[in-house]
């Protein structure tokens, strides 16, 4: 019986070890994918993701076990979700990125989108995967298909590995209009690979059909935070010009600052936010602002207040600012931009204030500096006055609700500056009432750039 | 063997001196329950019916099953203290044909295991396997038996023994050296075990002679000598053990585990000692299922075991028949945070493995401690037997 029992246990051996041999392929495919991925190899990495598909098809948000003892589980890479299609489908994008032909960079996406929308229909996708395709979509300038994949639900539930997906491209799972305050997904096993390779996007400057997506409403996940990116916001709602104020600044301010970090990628540590300032708190705040960043970073100004023409030159006034052609609390607008172009940034100021015509001056017309890179944006066409809405029982500029409801639509840190401003003149335009056509005698104006493309993204 | 009392058994004068043979041959309705064979030595299963020994990776896998080694990842020490086990027998009767009362109690407390296993890795690098090695406590039996005071037992019509006492005990020291590693896929371990035991087996028996009047005879020099015979042996034994899961289905396991019989050394052959200490062989299996507690990683391991002992040598006093362990066990992990706690309940029947021996067989609970960051657990096990002398087991497993 003895020896019976020493040859069965023999032969169970010599069968085990023949099935697990084989059952372990996938494994070993997924890991050369994340080796290859780590070294840049994106095509390698995409052809050993999708062996693994052949073994394994289904995504799965779920730890795969592993063999161990049964009185202990253990997981399969500490417990990672198996994610080979959203991995694959990565990896194409980042393959894309490197084409050079167009028609071949477009066909790989395409492919990859379409991978995507599988794994969406099959329900095994998350924020990620949603991201990537809300990217991919961007790159193709399929802003439909964005538009409807915004309106689609996401399984923030829905675990994915996130280990070659650069930290700036990872997803982060939040709820509406609160991402920034959400750690990103698996932050420990995500090491840093290596700073994202933006593919080449050629969207076209106006949308064309424009798809609203206010607070509330479904938004695909949150958007990546880029170290690059600094927005200085100003509402000054008090002054000696009563003509001129706009009481509902502070208000304005107060929702569009959080507008970058939420959904446009601006870091909130990088987002200084004034309020009720003086001209030299201004420029203070700006020079240590500037101080702050690098070299080559993009700024966005947000400014609601008073703003003058004196002389030919635009201001930005103070509260202390006695009349509009006090300059005495003011700060000159290209002074301002000059303490960022020092250190070359890019600018992108957009400007909430009444636009009265004085001795045919008005702010913003005709003053423009010719040094630095720069768009701006106005909130009301020239000799206009700032028209507001309601929004929670407080009012606001229209401009400034349009400003957020737009980065909310876009949900991205790479914003088309021509695109995003004739999307939120849509806004403006139709108050998120609709899908299309809106009207209003009342119009902000389309950016006015210097050395900047019109599809310069901020 | 050690001889360290000569066996005078029953050296009367010429008319009696046969008795010592008929004497020793006449104890055939003991109760104790026999562990010695099939003592635990205090596994982190023991709560659960020992359902689990054969699949439990700490250092007491050198003594059930060395494939479970293949599973200890980092320097593990392991330290059990248990009760041993205890039978007082009351006799009254005949001499040759006692009738024994027997209580099981829970005997003194010892340490029946301690183990250190090492990774191969952490010895050189690349190193496959972990190798282990331990001292156990296999197999246990304590048992004293008292007679009357006021009477005595009848050794012949016309002369008995008052006062009479035995105390009879046998305890199996493995001493282990065993190797675990699995496969490339980590889903089928196999491991092998050299084990070196010690047997110690004692009898003493008193009493005082007296005749059919109860008078003593030949107060002072006794005309018997009762037995008091102390011996141990020495032998070598090998163990081998798989474990397999399913690739796809890591949450079943099955294993089984073979123990060569073991010839003791040295061992006389006299009344008390025996020569050679069964071979085993354990099968097992095991299911895990989770999902019980809405977002908790709690889950659930259902286990059953048999282990099998075949025939080993025979004494009069320690005879050594096939004996099985039927196991029934779960394990419910809480796991609550970073920390689990697993609960344990199962049953654990233990057939007589020979003449003079009782069955066993009761309910086992346990309980158990694992914080988060797993450098140690403690584990808490009592078995309720329904013969009574529960045992409770401390195992303390701390990992480097």
């Known amino acids: 019986m003895q020896r019976t029992s020493i040859l069965a246990l023999a032969s169970l051996a010599t069968l085990c070890a023949g099935a697990a041999a084989h059952a372990q392929a996938w494994k070993s495919d997924y890991e050369t994918g994340i080796t290859e991925a780590k070294r840049e190899r994106w095509g390698s990495a995409r052809e050993a993701f999708q062996r693994a598909i052949q073994k394994k098809p289904l995504d799965d948000t779920k730890p795969t076990g592993m063999p161990g003892p049964i009185t202990e589980r253990r997981f399969w890479r500490n417990g990672s979700p198996y994610s080979a299609n959203l991995l694959a489908a990565y990896s194409g994008y980042r393959l894309a990125a490197k084409m050079e032909k167009e028609e071949e960079r477009t066909a790989l996406l395409g492919t990859v989108a379409k991978e995507l929308e599988t794994l969406l229909d099959k329900k095994t996708a998350g924020s990620n995967a949603v991201f990537l395709l809300g990217e991919i979509y961007t790159a193709l300038g399929q802003l439909e298909k964005r538009g409807e994949l915004q309106q689609r639900a996401v399984n923030r539930d829905w675990r994915e590995d996130t280990e070659i997906i650069a930290p700036e491209q990872v997803s982060i799972t939040a709820g509406a209009g609160n991402a920034a305050t959400n750690p990103p997904v698996n932050p420990s096993t995500n090491p840093p690979v290596n700073p994202p390779v933006n593919p080449p996007v050629n969207p076209p400057i106006k949308p064309t059909t424009p798809t609203a997506t206010g607070p509330g409403q479904t938004t695909i996940g949150g958007v990546a935070l880029m170290e690059t990116k600094f927005a200085l916001v100003i509402g000054n709602a008090t002054g000696q010009l009563p003509d001129m104020v706009l009481p509902h600044a502070v208000e304005d301010a107060t929702l569009v600052k959080e507008q970058p970090t939420n959904y446009a990628g601006y870091p909130a540590a990088n987002v200084t936010t004034l309020t009720n300032v003086s001209a030299a708190e201004i420029r203070t705040a700006a020079t240590t602002l500037a101080d702050r960043m690098p070299a080559g970073a993009t700024l966005t100004i947000f400014f609601a207040g008073v703003a003058s023409n004196v002389n030919g030159r635009d201001y930005l006034a103070g509260i202390g600012a006695l009349s509009i052609v006090d300059t005495n609390d003011m700060i000159l607008k290209e002074d301002l931009y000059q303490i960022f172009f020092a250190k070359e940034a890019r600018i992108f100021a957009f400007y909430e204030c009444h636009r009265p015509s004085r001795d045919s001056r008005i702010f913003g017309g005709t003053d423009h500096p010719v040094d630095g890179q720069y768009a701006e944006m106005y909130s009301i066409y020239a000799g206009g006055r700032v028209p507001t809405t309601f929004r929670n029982g407080k009012r606001l500029a229209v401009f400034a609700d349009a400003f957020s409801q737009t980065l909310q639509f876009y949900r991205t840190n790479q914003i088309p500056i021509g695109e995003f401003a004739w999307k939120l003149i849509d806004f403006f335009k139709t108050g998120a009432s609709g899908t299309s056509g809106g009207s209003s005698k009342l119009a902000p104006t389309l950016p006015i750039a210097n050395r900047l493309a019109a599809d310069a993204k901020f | ?400």
């Open chain 2, 1 to 400: 063997m050690e001889r360290l009392l000569k066996n005078r058994m029953f050296s009367l004068n010429a008319g009696l001196s046969s008795l010592g043979m008929l004497a020793l041959a006449g104890f055939g309705h003991a109760q104790v329950a026999d562990m010695l064979s099939a003592f635990d030595a205090g596994s982190r299963s023991s709560g659960a019916g020992g359902a689990l020994t054969g699949a439990s990776p700490d250092t007491l896998a050198t003594y059930y099953n060395p494939a479970a080694l293949a599973y200890i990842d980092r320097k593990t020490l392991n330290i059990v203290q248990k009760n041993l086990p205890n039978g007082r027998n009351s006799v009254v009767g005949k001499y040759y044909d006692q009738t024994k009362t027997t209580t099981n109690r829970s005997g003194n407390q010892a340490v029946t295991h301690v183990g250190f296993a090492v990774p191969m890795s952490s010895l050189r690098k690349g190193g496959i396997g972990t190798l282990a090695f331990s001292y156990t406590i296999g197999g246990y039996l304590e048992e004293s038996s008292t007679g009357p005071t006021n009477s005595a037992l009848e050794l012949i019509p016309g002369l008995g023994v008052r006062n009479f006492t035995e105390k009879k005990s046998a305890k199996s020291e493995f001493y282990t050296l065993a190797y675990g590693r699995t496969n490339g896929a980590g889903n089928f371990a196999y491991g092998v075990g050299l084990t070196v035991v010690n047997q110690l087996m004692q009898l003493r028996q008193t009493g005082l002679l007296v005749d059919g009047s109860g008078n003593e005879i030949n107060p002072g020099a006794s005309p018997i000598s009762f037995p008091n015979v102390r011996t141990n042996g020495t032998g070598l034994g090998l163990l081998a053990g798989v474990m397999f899961s399913p690739v796809n289905n890591p949450d079943l396991s099955v294993w089984a585990s073979l123990r060569t019989p073991i010839e003791l050394n040295g061992v006389s052959k006299d009344a008390v000692s025996y020569d050679r200490i069964p071979g085993r062989l354990i099968a097992g299996g095991a299911i895990r299922r989770d999902g019980f507690r809405k977002g908790a990683q709690d889950y659930l391991v259902l286990a059953t075991q048999v282990t099998y002992y075949f025939s080993g040598g025979a004494s009069q006093f320690f005879d050594r028949s096939s004996q099985s362990v039927t196991s029934v066990g779960a394990e419910y992990y809480l796991v609550l945070g970073l920390a689990r706690v697993p609960l344990r309940v199962g049953y654990q029947g233990i057939t007589k493995g020979g003449r003079g021996f009782a069955s066993r067989k009761g309910l086992t609970y346990g309980i158990g401690f694992q914080p988060g960051n797993g450098k140690y657990v403690l584990d808490l096990n009592y078995f309720q037997p329904s013969g009574g002398g529960g045992d409770t087991s401390i195992t303390a497993t701390y990992r480097f």
